[in-house]
C-alpha cells in the first residue's frame, strides 16, 4: 500500500529526532521527498520556502576564508535578486518573468568551480552552498516535469552535512534542517507548524491510550491460567539459548532501532526488524532467528 503524505512526513520527523539523539543515516533516507515533489503546487512552494531560508542563511553567514569580501557580496546580491525574481514569477507568472529567470540560471551556476576527473569526467566544486541551493530551487520552477528528483536535490543539498566522527550524510549536525523540511509539509499539507503537528500527534496518541471502561456483564468465563502455556514448547529454541548461550533484548534503545535482538557474550548475534504488528510475530521471527543460527554454527 502507497504510504500517505502522513506517513512520509511522519518518517521524516522521525529520522530529525534520531539525529538529535546522535544517530546517523544516509542521505537516500530522504527519498521520500521525491513522491511529495511529483505534485508541481508543492515542488513551487517547497522551492520557494527553501529559497527563502537560503536568503536568511547568508544574509547572517560568515564569510568563508576562500572568498573575498567583492565576491561574497556579489554572491549575496545574486541570491537576494534570484529570490525576489522567482516570488514575482510565483505571484503572477509570465513569458516575460521566466525569460529572466532562465538568464539567472547560469550566472548562478558559474559562481561554482570545476575541475578534470578521472576518465574525464567533470568535478563539480562548490564554492558557495547558499548560491548552490538557490539554483537548486530555481530549477524546481523552471523544469516542472523533473520536480521529483529536483526538489529531493534540493533536499539533500540542504541538509547533508559532514563530520569527522560520523562522514557525510545525515547527521546530528543535520537535525535542525530536517526540521525545517519537515516544517513546511506539515504547513503545506496540515496548515501547522512542525511543533503544532507534533503536539497534535501526542495529544491523539494519549486519547487512543485511554480506552471507556466497559460494562461488566455478568457471564460465564474460561479462565485459562498461565500453566497452561510452556514457554518450551511453543518456543523451544529461545529457552535453549537462554539456558546456554546468551541473553535477548526486547524494546529499541539507544544503540539500536531492531525491537528484539540476540546477544552472548561476544555482542551482536541476531536482530529482527524495527517493529512488529503483535507480540507473538516478534516472537515467532525470534525463534526462526535463533533457529537458524543454531543450525549454521552449531552443525
Not at 531560508?53 to 544574509?59: A, F, H, M, N, V
Not at 548562478?108 to 564554492?127: A, S, T
Request: charged letters at 30%; hydrophobic letters at 35%; proline letters at 4%.
Amino acid at each position: 500500500m502507497p504510504e500517505t503524505a502522513d506517513t512520509r512526513i511522519s518518517k521524516i520527523v522521525e529520522i530529525a529526532q534520531e539525529l538529535r539523539n546522535g544517530k546517523r543515516f544516509e542521505i537516500t533516507r530522504l527519498t521520500r521527498l521525491k513522491s511529495l515533489c511529483e505534485d508541481k503546487n508543492a515542488a513551487e512552494q517547497f522551492a520557494i520556502y527553501m529559497a527563502r531560508l537560503t536568503k536568511k542563511g547568508i544574509e547572517t553567514a560568515t564569510r568563508p576564508d576562500h572568498l573575498d569580501s567583492l565576491e561574497w557580496e556579489q554572491h549575496k546580491e545574486l541570491v537576494t535578486e534570484t529570490i525576489s525574481r522567482m516570488e514575482s514569477y510565483l505571484e503572477s507568472p509570465t513569458p516575460e518573468k521566466a525569460s529572466i529567470l532562465r538568464k539567472l540560471l547560469p550566472q548562478l551556476e558559474l559562481v561554482q568551480g570545476q575541475r578534470d576527473g578521472p576518465y574525464g569526467v567533470l568535478i563539480r566544486i562548490i564554492n558557495n552552498r547558499y548560491v548552490l541551493l538557490t539554483e537548486d530551487s530555481l530549477r524546481c520552477l523552471l523544469y516542472p516535469d523533473m520536480t521529483s528528483n529536483l526538489g529531493y536535490e534540493l533536499a539533500k543539498h540542504y541538509a547533508e552535512r559532514y563530520n569527522p566522527s560520523y562522514g557525510t550524510g545525515l547527521i546530528p549536525e543535520s537535525a535542525p534542517l530536517v526540521e525545517d523540511i519537515a516544517n513546511f509539509w506539515c504547513g503545506y499539507y496540515f496548515g501547522q507548524t512542525l511543533e503544532q503537528w507534533k503536539n497534535q500527534k501526542g495529544e491523539l496518541k494519549i486519547k487512543n491510550s485511554i480506552k471507556p471502561k466497559k460494562k461488566r456483564v455478568a457471564k460465564r468465563i474460561v479462565v485459562e491460567t498461565l500453566s497452561t502455556f510452556s514457554l518450551e514448547r511453543f518456543y523451544p529454541n529461545i529457552t535453549r539459548w537462554v539456558k546456554e548461550h546468551g541473553w535477548i533484548e526486547i524494546g529499541q534503545n539507544d544503540c539500536s532501532s531492531s525491537f528484539i535482538r540476540v546477544l552472548d557474550e561476544g555482542g551482536l548475534v541476531w536482530e529482527g526488524e524495527d517493529s512488529y504488528e503483535t507480540m507473538n510475530d516478534a516472537m515467532k521471527a525470534l525463534e526462526s532467528g535463533i533457529a537458524e543460527w543454531m543450525k549454521e554454527n552449531e552443525s
